[in-house]
Protein backbone atom coordinates (compact mmCIF):
# COMPACT_ATOMS: atom_id res chain seq x y z
CA UNK A 1 0.00 0.00 0.00
CA UNK A 2 1.70 2.84 -0.97
CA UNK A 3 -0.04 6.45 -0.51
CA UNK A 4 0.72 10.03 -0.05
CA UNK A 5 -2.18 9.55 2.42
CA UNK A 6 -0.22 8.03 4.97
CA UNK A 7 2.58 10.58 5.27
CA UNK A 8 0.85 13.92 4.85
CA UNK A 9 0.08 16.30 8.06
CA UNK A 10 -3.59 17.15 6.22
CA UNK A 11 -6.83 15.55 6.99
CA UNK A 12 -7.87 14.24 3.74
CA UNK A 13 -10.53 11.45 4.11
CA UNK A 14 -11.16 8.95 1.27
CA UNK A 15 -14.62 8.38 1.40
CA UNK A 16 -16.31 5.52 -0.25
CA UNK A 17 -18.56 5.06 -3.12
CA UNK A 18 -21.64 5.85 -0.75
CA UNK A 19 -19.37 9.22 0.81
CA UNK A 20 -18.68 7.48 3.87
CA UNK A 21 -15.31 6.38 5.85
CA UNK A 22 -15.64 4.04 9.01
CA UNK A 23 -16.14 5.51 12.26
CA UNK A 24 -14.80 3.21 15.44
CA UNK A 25 -15.40 4.56 18.57
CA UNK A 26 -13.34 3.93 22.12
CA UNK A 27 -14.59 4.78 25.44
CA UNK A 28 -11.25 7.78 26.18
CA UNK A 29 -11.13 6.50 29.92
CA UNK A 30 -11.14 3.08 29.55
CA UNK A 31 -10.33 2.08 25.99
CA UNK A 32 -12.72 -0.07 25.54
CA UNK A 33 -14.27 -0.56 21.88
CA UNK A 34 -17.89 0.92 22.36
CA UNK A 35 -19.52 1.01 18.72
CA UNK A 36 -18.70 1.15 15.02
CA UNK A 37 -20.79 3.54 12.73
CA UNK A 38 -20.00 5.75 9.74
CA UNK A 39 -19.87 9.29 9.27
CA UNK A 40 -19.80 11.63 5.67
CA UNK A 41 -18.61 14.91 5.70
CA UNK A 42 -21.22 16.36 7.25
CA UNK A 43 -20.88 14.29 10.09
CA UNK A 44 -17.46 15.01 10.81
CA UNK A 45 -18.13 18.60 11.02
CA UNK A 46 -20.81 18.15 13.06
CA UNK A 47 -18.79 16.40 15.22
CA UNK A 48 -16.08 18.66 14.69
CA UNK A 49 -18.11 22.11 15.40
CA UNK A 50 -20.04 20.57 18.28
CA UNK A 51 -18.31 17.73 20.02
CA UNK A 52 -20.80 15.53 20.22
CA UNK A 53 -20.98 12.42 18.14
CA UNK A 54 -22.58 12.57 14.84
CA UNK A 55 -22.87 9.46 12.29
CA UNK A 56 -24.80 8.72 9.19
CA UNK A 57 -26.95 5.75 9.15
CA UNK A 58 -26.91 3.27 6.19
CA UNK A 59 -30.20 1.62 6.89
CA UNK A 60 -32.22 5.21 7.79
CA UNK A 61 -30.00 7.25 4.86
CA UNK A 62 -29.94 10.02 7.64
CA UNK A 63 -27.92 11.96 9.64
CA UNK A 64 -27.64 11.17 13.55
CA UNK A 65 -26.67 12.74 16.61
CA UNK A 66 -25.95 9.80 18.81
CA UNK A 67 -28.13 10.16 21.83
CA UNK A 68 -30.74 12.37 20.49
CA UNK A 69 -33.45 9.91 21.42
CA UNK A 70 -31.30 7.85 24.08
CA UNK A 71 -29.78 10.68 26.08
CA UNK A 72 -26.78 8.51 25.53
CA UNK A 73 -24.33 11.29 23.71
CA UNK A 74 -20.98 10.31 23.26
CA UNK A 75 -18.74 13.76 24.14
CA UNK A 76 -15.59 13.68 21.87
CA UNK A 77 -12.47 13.63 23.61
CA UNK A 78 -10.21 13.30 20.30
CA UNK A 79 -10.41 12.47 16.80
CA UNK A 80 -7.42 10.33 14.68
CA UNK A 81 -7.97 8.72 11.19
CA UNK A 82 -5.95 5.86 10.14
CA UNK A 83 -2.98 5.76 7.60
CA UNK A 84 -5.20 5.22 4.58
CA UNK A 85 -7.85 8.23 5.80
CA UNK A 86 -10.69 5.48 5.33
CA UNK A 87 -11.22 5.18 8.47
CA UNK A 88 -11.39 7.39 12.10
CA UNK A 89 -10.99 6.86 15.48
CA UNK A 90 -13.39 9.07 18.34
CA UNK A 91 -12.24 8.51 21.49
CA UNK A 92 -15.20 9.53 23.59
CA UNK A 93 -16.65 10.13 26.84
CA UNK A 94 -20.08 8.19 26.86
CA UNK A 95 -23.23 9.92 28.74
CA UNK A 96 -24.32 6.00 29.17
CA UNK A 97 -24.58 3.10 27.25
CA UNK A 98 -23.46 3.05 24.19
CA UNK A 99 -25.32 0.43 22.64
CA UNK A 100 -29.21 0.22 21.73
CA UNK A 101 -29.59 -2.88 23.44
CA UNK A 102 -28.23 -1.17 27.14
CA UNK A 103 -24.86 -2.50 27.14
CA UNK A 104 -22.17 -0.41 27.37
CA UNK A 105 -21.02 -1.99 24.25
CA UNK A 106 -21.74 -3.16 21.52
CA UNK A 107 -19.74 -6.40 21.16
CA UNK A 108 -20.79 -8.30 23.83
CA UNK A 109 -20.66 -11.45 22.39
CA UNK A 110 -18.13 -13.92 21.68
CA UNK A 111 -17.83 -15.82 18.56
CA UNK A 112 -17.29 -19.84 19.00
CA UNK A 113 -15.57 -22.03 16.44
CA UNK A 114 -19.23 -24.01 16.15
CA UNK A 115 -21.08 -20.68 15.33
CA UNK A 116 -22.02 -20.22 18.74
CA UNK A 117 -22.51 -16.89 20.36
CA UNK A 118 -21.82 -16.40 24.20
CA UNK A 119 -23.04 -12.95 25.83
CA UNK A 120 -20.47 -12.08 27.95
CA UNK A 121 -20.19 -9.94 31.07
CA UNK A 122 -20.88 -5.94 30.41
CA UNK A 123 -17.45 -5.68 31.75
CA UNK A 124 -15.84 -7.90 30.22
CA UNK B 1 -33.40 -0.30 15.24
CA UNK B 2 -35.09 -3.68 15.98
CA UNK B 3 -33.15 -6.50 14.96
CA UNK B 4 -33.20 -10.57 16.01
CA UNK B 5 -29.50 -10.19 14.98
CA UNK B 6 -28.82 -8.24 18.86
CA UNK B 7 -30.15 -11.32 21.04
CA UNK B 8 -29.73 -14.63 19.03
CA UNK B 9 -26.64 -16.79 19.80
CA UNK B 10 -26.43 -18.02 16.13
CA UNK B 11 -23.23 -16.71 14.51
CA UNK B 12 -25.14 -14.85 11.63
CA UNK B 13 -23.00 -11.76 9.79
CA UNK B 14 -24.62 -9.61 7.73
CA UNK B 15 -22.43 -8.91 4.83
CA UNK B 16 -23.01 -5.93 2.94
CA UNK B 17 -23.41 -5.63 -0.66
CA UNK B 18 -19.58 -6.99 -1.29
CA UNK B 19 -20.16 -9.56 0.71
CA UNK B 20 -17.93 -8.02 3.29
CA UNK B 21 -18.18 -7.06 7.30
CA UNK B 22 -16.06 -4.63 9.02
CA UNK B 23 -13.34 -5.68 11.14
CA UNK B 24 -11.67 -4.16 14.47
CA UNK B 25 -8.29 -5.56 15.27
CA UNK B 26 -7.04 -4.65 18.86
CA UNK B 27 -4.08 -5.90 20.84
CA UNK B 28 -5.44 -8.49 23.53
CA UNK B 29 -2.95 -7.62 25.62
CA UNK B 30 -3.30 -4.21 25.40
CA UNK B 31 -6.57 -3.40 24.51
CA UNK B 32 -5.27 -0.76 21.64
CA UNK B 33 -6.59 0.00 18.22
CA UNK B 34 -4.69 -1.84 15.85
CA UNK B 35 -5.81 -1.53 12.61
CA UNK B 36 -9.43 -1.69 11.23
CA UNK B 37 -9.95 -4.34 7.91
CA UNK B 38 -12.53 -6.18 5.78
CA UNK B 39 -13.46 -9.42 6.24
CA UNK B 40 -15.70 -12.57 3.77
CA UNK B 41 -17.17 -15.20 4.29
CA UNK B 42 -13.86 -17.05 3.83
CA UNK B 43 -11.64 -14.66 5.77
CA UNK B 44 -13.52 -15.73 8.92
CA UNK B 45 -13.60 -19.51 8.56
CA UNK B 46 -9.98 -19.56 7.15
CA UNK B 47 -8.99 -16.99 10.46
CA UNK B 48 -11.17 -19.46 12.61
CA UNK B 49 -9.19 -22.56 11.20
CA UNK B 50 -5.62 -21.55 11.24
CA UNK B 51 -6.08 -18.70 14.22
CA UNK B 52 -4.31 -16.55 11.67
CA UNK B 53 -6.32 -13.17 11.04
CA UNK B 54 -6.97 -13.07 7.08
CA UNK B 55 -8.74 -10.33 5.60
CA UNK B 56 -10.42 -9.23 2.23
CA UNK B 57 -8.60 -6.36 0.30
CA UNK B 58 -10.93 -4.37 -1.40
CA UNK B 59 -7.92 -2.21 -3.37
CA UNK B 60 -6.10 -5.48 -4.28
CA UNK B 61 -9.97 -8.09 -4.66
CA UNK B 62 -8.00 -10.57 -2.48
CA UNK B 63 -7.42 -12.36 0.27
CA UNK B 64 -4.78 -12.22 2.10
CA UNK B 65 -3.15 -13.10 5.20
CA UNK B 66 -1.81 -10.45 7.69
CA UNK B 67 1.86 -10.56 7.87
CA UNK B 68 2.51 -13.29 4.74
CA UNK B 69 4.69 -10.66 3.39
CA UNK B 70 5.49 -8.67 5.88
CA UNK B 71 6.10 -10.96 8.61
CA UNK B 72 3.70 -8.91 11.29
CA UNK B 73 0.84 -11.75 11.40
CA UNK B 74 -2.00 -11.36 14.10
CA UNK B 75 -2.73 -14.44 15.68
CA UNK B 76 -6.12 -14.47 17.27
CA UNK B 77 -7.29 -14.79 20.84
CA UNK B 78 -10.80 -14.14 20.76
CA UNK B 79 -13.58 -13.10 17.87
CA UNK B 80 -16.79 -11.00 18.93
CA UNK B 81 -19.39 -9.46 17.33
CA UNK B 82 -21.78 -6.67 17.40
CA UNK B 83 -24.95 -6.37 18.20
CA UNK B 84 -26.32 -5.98 14.49
CA UNK B 85 -23.49 -8.67 12.97
CA UNK B 86 -22.08 -6.32 10.55
CA UNK B 87 -19.10 -5.47 12.54
CA UNK B 88 -16.26 -8.06 14.18
CA UNK B 89 -14.20 -7.21 16.92
CA UNK B 90 -10.65 -9.64 16.70
CA UNK B 91 -8.33 -9.42 19.97
CA UNK B 92 -5.31 -10.25 18.72
CA UNK B 93 -1.12 -11.01 19.59
CA UNK B 94 0.21 -9.09 16.84
CA UNK B 95 4.15 -10.14 16.36
CA UNK B 96 5.01 -6.89 15.10
CA UNK B 97 3.45 -3.96 13.99
CA UNK B 98 0.41 -3.72 12.64
CA UNK B 99 1.03 -0.93 10.51
CA UNK B 100 2.49 -0.95 6.88
CA UNK B 101 4.15 2.16 8.01
CA UNK B 102 5.66 -0.03 10.75
CA UNK B 103 4.01 1.57 13.78
CA UNK B 104 2.29 -0.48 16.08
CA UNK B 105 -1.53 1.13 15.37
CA UNK B 106 -2.67 2.85 12.12
CA UNK B 107 -4.34 5.18 13.84
CA UNK B 108 -1.14 7.63 14.67
CA UNK B 109 -2.69 10.81 13.62
CA UNK B 110 -4.77 12.84 15.69
CA UNK B 111 -7.23 15.25 13.36
CA UNK B 112 -7.07 18.97 14.65
CA UNK B 113 -10.05 21.13 14.07
CA UNK B 114 -8.37 23.37 11.56
CA UNK B 115 -7.77 20.18 9.31
CA UNK B 116 -4.34 19.92 10.72
CA UNK B 117 -3.05 16.29 11.39
CA UNK B 118 -0.49 15.85 14.22
CA UNK B 119 1.62 12.21 14.45
CA UNK B 120 1.47 11.07 17.78
CA UNK B 121 4.27 8.82 19.40
CA UNK B 122 3.93 5.31 18.92
CA UNK B 123 2.68 4.71 22.54
CA UNK B 124 -0.05 7.03 22.63
Redo the contacts between chains.
Keep these: ?TDIR??????DPRFDASGLV?A?V?DAG????L??AHMNAEAIRLT?ETGQAHFWSR?RQALWRKGETSGNGLTMV???????QD???LRVTPAGPA???G?RS????????D??????DDDA
Excluded: K, N, P
Design positions: MDSIDRFTITSGVLMVQSEMRVDCDALLCHTRCFYRRVEAGRLIFL
